[in-house]
């Protein structure tokens, strides 16, 4: 269906992003095929892909890759950190994007055409977060756009230098992730909290985030380095481990309602009445 290129710094959503194009195309975010490229950087690694050769351990298993699709043919296919990969692979790759067809060892022909393959890369990424967007803190205001486009060409020149024109003439289009700023932290944690107000519904309670909440955590879990990743871990420390703790000590139980609140680096919970 279609070829693309994630190109982006780390923690900036390129992953979830596919997960999201499974369930909006697929109906099914678990039609997500994921292949860790980093267990693919050596030689003898790459047969795995199609499966072992007639003779070896492994042959009748099939291919990691190509069984996957033909279980489930409509999905979204993720080579996460291509980068990594052996060259050997994109020989493999330049096959499904030319001909949406790969053969595995066995013979058999697996058919791609119903597939999105996408390639997240990182490559380039100290370009889109050096001083033209700001290293430290949120992305910074002032970064005009200027500074963006500059910051884009340097990465498109890291994407060339890495791999083959012949490769990147058969991606569709490469698309380039911006670093994530104050507003888009916060989005992301407001629906992390709505995770957590879902699974404290299953246990019977109903909880409530003043916005004092998803802007503490949107503090604590935001790293330059690291984009969004940690705020499930700020989530999990700031919000689940005290309301557990709360918990356990009798505060709060089925058929409560709680409203939790941000004071001085700590979520307090309060009961609500009625």
């Not at 693309?4 to 900036?12: D, K, S």
């Not at 992953?15 to 860790?36: P, Y």
């Not at 595995?104 to 889109?128: H, P």
């Not at 689940?240 to 009798?250: I, Q």
């Amino acid at each position: 269906i279609g070829s693309f290129i994630f190109l982006g710094p780390t923690g900036v959503g390129k992953t979830e992003l596919c997960k999201a194009l499974a369930e909006l195309l697929f109906g099914d975010a678990n039609a997500m095929i994921r292949m860790d490229m980093s267990e693919y950087m050596e030689k003898h690694s790459v047969s795995k892909l199609i499966g072992s050769p007639p003779g070896y351990v492994g042959f009748e298993e099939g291919g990691q890759l190509t069984e996957k699709i033909r279980r489930r043919p409509y999905s979204v296919v993720l080579f996460d950190e291509i980068e990594k990969a052996h060259p050997d692979v994109f020989n493999i790759l330049l096959q499904v994007l030319e001909d949406g067809i790969l053969t595995d060892s066995q013979g058999r022909r697996v058919d791609f055409k119903n597939t999105i393959l996408i390639m997240t890369s990182n490559v380039g990424a100290a370009a889109m977060t050096g001083p033209a967007r700001g290293a430290l803190g949120f992305a910074q205001s002032e970064n005009t756009q200027s500074d963006k486009e500059k910051a884009d060409a340097k990465a498109m020149e890291a994407l060339k230098a890495t791999f083959r024109p012949e490769f990147l003439n058969r991606i569709d289009d490469i698309i380039i992730f911006n670093r994530l700023g104050e507003s888009d932290i916060r989005a992301i944690a407001h629906l992390l909290l709505a995770e957590v107000q879902k699974r404290m519904e299953a246990i019977g309670i109903s909880m409530t985030f003043d916005d004092t909440v998803a802007a503490l955590v949107a503090k604590e879990g935001f790293d330059p380095i690291y984009g969004a990743r940690p705020l499930r871990r700020a989530i999990v420390r700031l919000v689940e481990d005290a309301f557990s703790g709360a918990m356990l000590e009798g505060r709060f139980q089925a058929g409560d309602k709680a409203i939790a609140k941000a004071e001085d680096a700590t979520v307090l919970f309060e009961k609500a009445e009625g």
